[in-house]
C-alpha cells in the first residue's frame, strides 16, 4: 500500500510539472528545433546517469530487437515536439496543451487500422464528443480569432497526430521497459533535431535578451525543460507507472492539461471564454472515459 501511495505521490507530481512546461517555453529565446534539441540530448544523459546509478545499464539487446519501431518513434518525437512549442507562439497555452490532448481521440480513430481494435459504440460517442468540444475550443463558431490562433490550434492538432503515432508504435514494442525505450527515444530525437537544425536555422541571425535577467531567465528556462521536466520527470512517471493500476495512470494523466488551463487563464492571464470551458470539459471528458474503456 505504501509502495502505491508513493507511486500515485510521484505520478501526479510529475503530471503537474507536464503542466508547467508550456510556461518555460515561453521564456526561451531559441527556435522550436534547437529546445526540442536540446531537451531531447540532456533527457537521454539524465535518464543514461539514473540508470547507472541504479546499476540498470540499458539493455542493448532489447534496444537492438525493438530499434524497428523505436527509430522511426525517435524521430517522430523531435518533430512533435517542435510543432508542440511552435503551438504555445501562436496560441494560448490552454488552447495548444488541449488540442495536444486530442492524442487519445486520434488513437482512437486510428487503432482499428493499425491495431486491429474494435471501435465500439461508446468509444464513438467519445469521439463526437471530443470533436464537438474541439470545436468550441477553435472558436470556430465566434468566428473572433484571427490566422494567428487557428495556425497555433492546427501545429497542436500536428503535434497530436505524431504523439498518437508515438503511442501506437510503442504499443508494438516488446521486452523493453519503458525507460530504456523512453531513453533511445530522447537519443534519436536529438540527433535528427541536430541535423534539421543545422539545415533550417541561420544560427548568426538569432537574437537573444540583452545579458541580464532575460538571458539568464531564457536559458535557465530551457535548463529546467530539457533536465527537470523531460530528464527528471520522465524518471518519476514511467517508475510510477510500472506499478500503478492503468485506469489510475490514465486519470492522473489529466492533471497535466488541467495545470495548463489554469496557469494559462490564472498566471498567464490569457482568454478563456465559458465556451472555451465547456470544449475543454468535453475533450478532456470524453478522451478520459475513452481511455478508461479502453
Known amino acids: 500500500m505504501k509502495a502505491l501511495s508513493g507511486a500515485k505521490l510521484r505520478l501526479i507530481f510529475a503530471m503537474a510539472a507536464f503542466g508547467t512546461i508550456g510556461i518555460f ?22 535518464l543514461l546517469a539514473v540508470s547507472y546509478g541504479q546499476k540498470k545499464p540499458p ?27 511552435e503551438a504555445y507562439r501562436y ?19 486510428l487503432s482499428p487500422l493499425m491495431l486491429k481494435e474494435k471501435l465500439t459504440r461508446t468509444k464513438v460517442c467519445c469521439i463526437i464528443a471530443a470533436l464537438a468540444g474541439m470545436v468550441l475550443v477553435s472558436n470556430v463558431l465566434q468566428g473572433t480569432d484571427g490566422t494567428s490562433s487557428y495556425t497555433g490550434i492546427l501545429l497542436g492538432l500536428g503535434a497530436a497526430v505524431l504523439y498518437a503515432l508515438i ?11 519503458s525507460r530504456d525505450s523512453t531513453m533511445t527515444q530522447l537519443g534519436i530525437s536529438a540527433v535528427v533535431m541536430l541535423i534539421y537544425s543545422l539545415l533550417t536555422v541561420d544560427f548568426s541571425t538569432l537574437t ?12 535557465g528556462s530551457l535548463l529546467v525543460v530539457a533536465i527537470f521536466h523531460t530528464g527528471f520527470c520522465y524518471n518519476l512517471y514511467f517508475g510510477a507507472i510500472a506499478v500503478l493500476p492503468a485506469q489510475t495512470s490514465a486519470l492522473f494523466s489529466y492533471i497535466d492539461p488541467v495545470v495548463a488551463v489554469l496557469l494559462s487563464t490564472f498566471v498567464l492571464h490569457e482568454p478563456m471564454t465559458l465556451l472555451n470551458a465547456v470544449g475543454a470539459a468535453l475533450i478532456l471528458g470524453a478522451t478520459l472515459l475513452g481511455e478508461i474503456l479502453e
Open 208 to 219: 537573444y535578451p540583452p545579458v541580464g535577467w532575460g538571458l539568464v531567465l531564457g536559458f
Open 25 to 46: 517555453v515561453r521564456l526561451i529565446p531559441l527556435p522550436s528545433s534547437v529546445i526540442a534539441l536540446v531537451r531531447g540530448a540532456l533527457g537521454a544523459l539524465f
Open 167 to 177: 503511442v501506437l508504435m510503442n504499443k508494438r514494442l516488446q521486452g523493453i521497459s
Open 59 to 85: 539493455d542493448r539487446k532489447a534496444i537492438a530487437k525493438n530499434l524497428r519501431y523505436l527509430l522511426p518513434s525517435g524521430i517522430i518525437m523531435g518533430f512533435n515536439w517542435v510543432l508542440l512549442f
Open 91 to 109: 496560441t494560448t497555452v490552454a488552447i495548444a496543451t488541449l488540442c495536444y490532448y486530442f492524442s487519445p481521440v486520434i488513437i482512437l480513430l
